[in-house]
């Protein structure tokens, strides 16, 4: 029996040792951290088994969190292509038309086809020309190929033009498109491999970037130690926080992170336990705080959705595989002039496959790196999606970094008010001391007076004189009326 004798926790599989967890116990109650415990089945070769949250305890303040996070209540000051343009009306285009014109295609069919040909401004010569070519002077745009596909001419369609293709001249423009453009062989299959040979370089533009995005991020998730040092801090604030069964925690769901901001502190409701891990950090664990740089890639990590990213990859794998199909039917028919689909369409696929298997390569690897990473933290990586994963660490990203600015607005609102207050002492101690400056100039003025009066009587003789003590009250009332002048001056603000 591990620990002295001492069972392994409810739940932990046979052979794992789990040390005794040694938390110390608040003097009061506080308030809750609402998290979600890893099951201790799950914690064997994850980031839990090398995080010891003892050694933490022994750096934090328990008696400030205590205060801080009391479940009794006090209030103090405390510190977010599909174009609709084929419904442009061109009703004048067909109702220009000669009445006579044979069409055999469903009105409305053609009407739209009309429409898409007056846009493309290509001859029925110059389209088979175009597709023949694989379209080496780039007269047909992606999106007009698109278009193309919903026109592609139907067995029935055929069947009822070659009825009438002695009435070729009398056909209406759509019919005379769908005419020409069926004797093409395999003008559908043409049509596809065009189309997808010319978004090929564009899907793959767009996969590249979300593959080498979770690649990057399941990396950086994956050897961040100051993200790791991050969980250890908040778990010992869990489990010095929480009672009974919420706590004695050897691991908690990332899920977690995003609720560390819901509890509120009983000094000032303004302020989060998120609001003073930031805080505990700046102070005990600053190095903690680069944990933000090490995770640059999480962001972009958080849009990728696997789903959607591996039916991408499947659609231009089954899309490289029917080109590749018609490459073969192709080489072994007669070519007819101008054809070009054998020589351009192999050398396509000689470059897209290269292309395609690299992304398919970086893809395999990636998925394994985003399964270390989701196993890294005892998640279940079948429930788990990249975006769902990485979406929860960016937002704490988020939360984070505004937390911080939170913190810095009330320290500088905090210096301010204490700058405030420091200013108005001063000028209060100033005008203190002006007024006793006044005082003591008044009384020291009324007592040289009296002295020079006697001084300047004597030498005058006039100390004999009967009208001395009349001297003495005219230089009182003189002394008098300078004390009142002065005290109606101003007096001047300090500057600092």
């Not at 595989?321 to 054998?342: A, I, M, T, Y």
């Not at 009296?450 to 003189?478: P, T």
């Amino acid at each position: 029996m591990p620990m002295g004798g001492i069972p392994p926790p409810p739940g932990a599989p046979l052979g794992l040792s789990l040390k005794q967890k040694n938390i110390p116990q608040p003097a009061n109650a506080l308030k809750s951290f609402n998290w979600s415990k890893l099951a201790e089945n799950k914690l064997e070769g994850t980031v839990w088994m090398d995080v010891d949250d003892a050694k933490v305890f022994k750096i934090l303040d328990l008696d400030d969190i205590e205060k801080t996070f009391s479940a009794y209540q006090r209030q103090q000051d405390f510190f977010l292509i599909n174009n609709s343009k084929q419904k442009e009306a061109e009703d004048d285009t067909l109702s220009s038309k000669k009445v006579k014109e044979l069409s055999v295609i469903d009105g409305r069919r053609a009407q739209n086809c009309n429409i898409l040909l007056s846009r493309l401004k290509l001859s029925n010569e110059e389209m088979k020309r175009a597709i023949l070519t694989m379209d080496e002077q780039e007269d047909l745009p992606k999106d007009m190929l698109e278009q193309l596909l919903k026109f592609v001419p139907e067995k029935s369609d055929v069947d009822l033009l070659e009825e009438h293709k002695h009435e070729l001249d009398r056909m209406a423009k759509p019919d005379r498109f769908f005419y020409e453009m069926s004797r093409i062989n395999h003008y559908q299959q043409r049509l596809q491999s065009l189309y997808f040979k010319k978004k090929f370089a564009e899907r793959i533009a767009e996969i590249k970037p979300k593959v080498e995005a979770l690649s990057r991020a399941s990396k950086e998730i994956l050897h961040s130690k100051n993200l790791k040092q991050l969980l250890e801090v908040v778990l010992a604030f869990g489990n010095y926080m929480n009672k009974g069964q919420r706590g004695n925690a050897y691991g908690f769901k990332v899920s977690s992170l995003n609720k560390i901001a819901d509890t509120k502190s009983s000094i000032d409701k303004n302020i989060t336990l998120l609001h003073y891990l930031i805080t505990i950090l700046e102070k005990k664990y600053p190095k903690v705080l680069m944990f933000q740089e090490d995770l640059k890639s999480l962001s972009e990590a958080a849009k990728v959705n696997m789903t959607e990213m591996e039916k991408d990859i499947g659609n231009l794998r089954s899309g490289l595989k029917n080109v590749e199909s018609e490459l073969e039917f192709q080489k072994n028919r007669p070519q007819q002039h101008g054809d070009k689909f054998v020589s351009v369409v192999s050398q396509f696929i000689t470059v897209a496959s290269f292309s395609f298997s690299d992304v398919e390569d970086s893809l395999i690897e990636a998925k394994e790196l985003f399964l270390r990473a989701v196993k890294h933290f005892g998640e279940d990586a079948s429930k788990m999606q990249p975006d769902e994963f990485f979406g929860i660490f960016d937002q704490f990203l988020q939360s984070f970094a505004e937390a911080q600015q939170e913190n810095e607005n009330m320290r500088k609102r905090k210096e301010e008010e204490e700058r405030r207050a420091k200013m108005e002492a001063q000028l209060k101690e100033q005008r203190e001391k002006e007024r006793k400056a006044r005082k003591a100039k008044a009384n020291g003025e009324d007592d040289g007076g009296e002295f020079d009066d006697l001084v300047s009587a004597l030498r005058s003789g006039e100390v004999f004189d009967k009208d001395l003590s009349k001297m003495k009250r005219n230089r009182k009332r003189i002394n008098s009326q300078n004390t009142d002048a002065s005290r109606e001056r101003p007096v001047t603000k300090l500057n600092f």
